[in-house]
């Protein structure tokens, strides 16, 4: 096969999922892996994609336009990693705690499992496979129904009408983007909807979001800022976000991904 028509094969790949990695495209293709980065960085600069740790993803979203899970997933690892450790030692033994659908939430989620007499709320999919993954006989996960959107996010008044009976110590949001002039925000309505619904049953709002969330603003504004107790992001965010969230969030947490 030659260059071009391989690289139009990945492009093809890449809409269709959202997203790839380099081994996947490695023993598909039957080439080497400087042979795909070659690829990559090819349709790279002609703006059809986006390279990331590990592979690629479509390129240039609109504030409307929401990437897949597995698109998602292979975004910002050592970072999202790193945050839901952090995210991790906020949870007790004994807690209700809530889990917005993300995969750094995602992430966290398969970090809970030693935590004794939890019970966790969830509208993620990704969320609840995670810790049926690993079952306690002491944790209890709340599923709520709802219409699935791209990210694997159970929306809509099913999930809405479930949440609105519950109360929950902590929050653990997830966002697509962060601005001092939008907020919190997604690319998804109905998902807006139930991330505020979730916000109004916790005590506590713990907001998930590596640096790349920083000035990206997605349709629909979830809080402003100031709702956020706690921020958890990482060492890339840039000083001028660091000090304009440092102003509004209660408390602004860093980490250093491994």
């Known amino acids: 096969m ?6 139009s094969a990945i492009l093809e790949l890449i809409r269709q999922r959202g997203g790839v990695r380099v081994s996947q495209l490695v023993s598909r293709f039957g080439v080497s892996d400087m042979t795909i980065r070659r690829d990559l960085e090819v349709l790279a600069e002609r703006g059809l994609v986006d390279k990331v740790h590990g592979g690629a993803t479509l390129a240039g979203p609109g504030s409307a336009e929401e990437p897949g899970f597995a698109a998602k997933s292979i975004r910002q690892q050592a970072e999202k990693r790193a945050i839901a450790e952090r995210a991790a030692e906020l ?3 004994g807690m209700a705690i809530a889990l917005s659908a993300g995969t750094t939430t995602a992430a966290l989620a398969a970090m809970l499992a030693d935590v004794r007499g939890l ?3 969830t509208n993620s999919i990704p969320v609840a496979d995670a810790l049926y993954q690993n079952p306690r006989a002491d944790q209890t996960v709340v599923l709520t129904g709802g219409i699935r959107t791209p990210s694997d996010a159970l ?8 949440i609105a009976a519950l109360n929950v110590d902590l929050l653990f ?6 601005s001092p002039r939008t907020g919190f925000t997604t690319p998804n309505l109905l998902e807006a909807a139930v991330n505020r619904r979730l916000i109004s049953a916790a005590r ?3 907001v998930l979001a590596d640096h790349t969330k920083w000035e990206t603003i997605g349709i629909a504004t979830i809080a402003p800022l100031e709702d956020a107790d706690v921020l958890i992001t990482d060492a890339k965010l840039p000083p001028d976000g660091r000090r304009q969230i440092g102003e509004q969030v209660g408390e602004l947490i860093v980490v250093e991904p491994d």
């Open 119 to 121: 019970t966790v709320v």
């Open 155 to 162: 929306t809509g008044p099913v999930a809405e009408a479930a």
């Open 204 to 206: 506590r709002l713990v």
């Open 173 to 178: 949001l997830g966002v697509h983007g962060m």
């Open 2 to 7: 030659l260059a071009q028509q391989r690289q």
């Open 91 to 93: 949870v007790e033994p």
